[in-house]
């Protein structure tokens, strides 16, 4: 897949964000699989891969209002990752960083979201 439709999985535990990002990476071109955030977005993203449709991408949310949060290491680092979190300290960063993952704070910009999207695919952001 190039660039412009990727195979992107996206976790996100709040349906109306996760419903409004799903249909703006579609209008962008990209093919979007949703899964929970937590231990079933691993499940999901391993899913793809035994199937032989390794994601470009995986968007997720980092941790949930309830207390949760998304187990980092259960994921690939071989596949780009944006973090999305609206708990900006110190341990969230922390985590990210050690993944290699792009970090975005909440409430998102949709438009940054979407370059950040663009550059990842394009190979020209950093990550892992």
Do not use: F, N
Request: proline content about 5%; hydrophobic content about 45%; some cysteine.
């Amino acid at each position: 897949m190039g660039s412009s439709e990727a195979l992107i999985v996206l976790a996100e535990d709040d349906l109306a964000l996760r419903a409004l990002l799903a249909q703006a990476l579609a209008c962008d071109g990209h093919r979007v699989v949703a899964a929970e955030p937590g231990s079933r977005l691993a499940c999901v993203v391993r899913e793809l891969v035994d199937a032989g449709e390794p994601p470009g991408l995986i968007i997720t949310d980092v941790r949930a209002p309830a207390g949760g949060s998304q187990p980092l290491g259960d994921l690939d680092r071989a596949i780009p990752l944006i973090v999305m979190t609206a708990y900006g300290d110190t341990w969230t960063r922390s985590r990210a960083a050690e993944h290699g993952a792009v970090l975005l704070d909440k409430p998102l910009s949709l438009g940054i979201l979407r370059q950040v999207v663009r550059r990842i695919l394009a190979g020209t952001a950093s990550y892992g």
